[in-house]
């Protein structure tokens, strides 16, 4: 009896002990990380989502067709596009790295892009074959590393959206810049940019790449006749420089220090 006693109890433990470490395998790494939960969660499993994506590259389309006819010159067009978040969907890795409960490393960005996994964005791959249709060149230009090259080429065929080598401008990290200008500038020596779509300004213009305590609200009004037109924004709550400016480029200070400088920002 005391020993089928012991069998019931030892039972209940290791039952309780799994519960609770099945709790903590899908808790945050934080609590203070839970802002990057839902907006993970947003990004990847809200038809909203889906929806801004959608109607943002039918919006580059109407754009692209409008730009293309309007263009006098005799360089070759071009598009050019960002990678993560533009038309790779890379919300498995913050995903995985909440799970894993590990906060971001270059270490763990390496292993998740080495898996090549990444989904196409809603819209993206239709896009780029409407864009090869028109005629007009597609080139990516991202911040991912040069040792990338192998597997973004392979990935982006794979989801769709194949292209070669020269059309994929990559961050050299001997530059010391991730500031996109040099590789713009490669572009336009050859042909003229007529559309640029991106999830962070900075693919956009560099003016948006170090934003000082102003965040660079005003300066994103200032252009508001460009969006839509010259330039497609596609929503990423996740991460970005958005996201740097509000925490002063300070990055690495506890999350919940960061939370409150979020906090003291906000109009209430
Ligand atoms: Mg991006």
Redesign the pocket.
């Known amino acids: 009896m005391k020993l089928i006693k012991c069998a019931i109890g030892s039972i209940a433990l290791i039952a309780i002990m799994a519960s609770c470490c099945q709790k903590q395998a899908t808790e945050p790494t934080d609590p203070d990380m839970k802002h990057l939960l839902l907006a993970t969660a947003w990004f990847q499993q809200s038809a909203e989502m889906r929806a801004c994506y959608y109607q943002s590259y039918n919006m580059a389309k109407l754009a692209l067709k409008d730009n293309l006819q309007n263009y006098k010159g005799t360089k070759p067009a071009a598009v050019v596009l960002?990678?993560?978040?533009?038309v790779l969907d890379n919300s498995p890795f913050e995903a995985k790295l909440m799970a894993d409960r590990h906060n971001y490393s270059d270490s763990a960005w390496m292993a998740w892009s080495a898996r090549e996994e990444a989904l196409a964005l809603p819209g993206a791959a239709e896009f780029i074959a409407y864009a090869r249709e028109l005629g007009v060149e597609v080139f990516f230009i991202s911040n991912r590393i040069l040792e990338e090259r192998d597997r973004t080429l392979r990935n982006l065929a794979a989801a769709g959206m194949a292209v070669d080598s020269a059309h994929l401008l990559l961050y050299d990290l001997s530059k010391k810049t991730s500031c996109k200008d040099e590789r713009r500038n490669a572009v336009s020596a050859t042909h003229e940019i007529i559309l640029f779509v991106?999830?962070?300004l900075g693919?956009y213009t560099s003016l948006f790449d170090r934003r000082d305590s102003t965040l660079a609200l005003r300066l994103a009004d200032s252009l508001h006749n460009d969006f839509g037109r010259k330039f497609i924004m596609l929503p990423n709550p996740m991460y970005g420089e958005w996201e740097n400016a509000i925490y002063n480029h300070s990055y690495k200070l506890p999350m919940a220090e960061k939370n409150r400088m979020m906090l003291g920002l906000l109009r209430k």
């Open positions: 960002d990678i993560d978040e533009t991106g999830d962070n693919d």
